[in-house]
T-cell receptor, first 109, second 115 residues
Framework: DAKTTQPPSMDCAEGRAANLPCNHS???????VYWYRQIHSQGPQYIIH???NNETNEMASLIITEDRKSSTLILPHATLRDTAVYYC??????????FGKGTKLSVIP | DGGITQSPKYLFRKEGQNVTLSCEQN?????MYWYRQDPGQGLRLIYY???????QKGDIAEGYSVSREKKESFPLTVTSAQKNPTAFYLC??????????????FGEGSRLTVL
């Protein structure tokens, strides 16, 4: 069973913020929200994760709704190198992280 | 530099042959994982190991075997029993215990094509 729902694809203009949504309505209290991305034919790269609070690092920001049923990954100033498949995953341990099809983000010049 | 090394990057084999994919990490991570990815699909967990000499089946273990004789190494054998072995194989590792963040570190992958 899919634990998360993401749009299959999105476009974003270069230099603008990319907002990638994710629904995880069945998330359990001990499960984190993780975001990874995969550039074509490479291994996935960790971006950020959170439990309840919003998080920010040098790559992105993660906004989690108060009821924890959805989240948004924000890339503040998208560049062409951000074109990738973005995976939203929920889980309480590394072996529980199920990678679905993700969202294919295309950054347009 | 610390990281995960997978080899070979590309591999071609005839149907019915066993093949072994190598995965080595120098991150001192306790846990290691093997995933399979088919075109346009997500990743599916084949096997994982949280400690030397112990490993567990993931969602699609049939037709695959692993070993964990050293902390740094987690080779995957694709046996002739695997019906559709052509795929992109990804190895990952993570730390465990206190301060564990759940972050997975991935290698660059091995692309297996069975002719």
């Amino acid at each position: 069973d899919a634990k998360t729902t993401q749009p299959p694809s999105m476009d974003c203009a270069e230099g603008r913020a990319a907002n990638l949504p994710c629904n995880h309505s069945t998330i359990s209290g001990n499960e984190y929200v993780y975001w990874y991305r995969q550039i074509h034919s490479q291994g996935p790269q960790y971006i950020i994760h959170g439990l309840k609070n919003n998080e920010t690092n040098e790559m992105a920001s993660l906004i989690i709704t108060e009821d924890r049923k959805s989240s948004t990954l924000i890339l503040p100033h998208a560049t062409l190198r951000d074109t990738a498949v973005y995976y939203c995953i929920v889980g309480a341990g590394s072996y529980q992280l199920t990678f679905g099809k993700g969202t294919k983000l295309s950054v347009i010049p | 530099d610390g990281g995960i090394t997978q080899s070979p990057k590309y591999l071609f084999r005839k149907e019915g042959q066993n093949v072994t994919l190598s995965c080595e990490q120098n991150l001192n991570h306790d846990a290691m994982y093997w995933y399979r990815q088919d075109p346009g699909q997500g990743l599916r967990l084949i096997y994982y190991s949280q400690i030397v000499n112990d490993f567990q089946k993931g969602d699609i273990a049939e037709g695959y075997s692993v070993s964990r004789e050293k902390k740094e190494s987690f080779p995957l054998t694709v046996t002739s029993a695997q019906k559709n072995p052509t795929a992109f194989y990804l190895c990952a590792s993570s730390s465990l215990g206190q301060g564990y963040t759940g972050e997975l570190f991935f290698g660059e992958g091995s692309r297996l094509t069975v002719l």
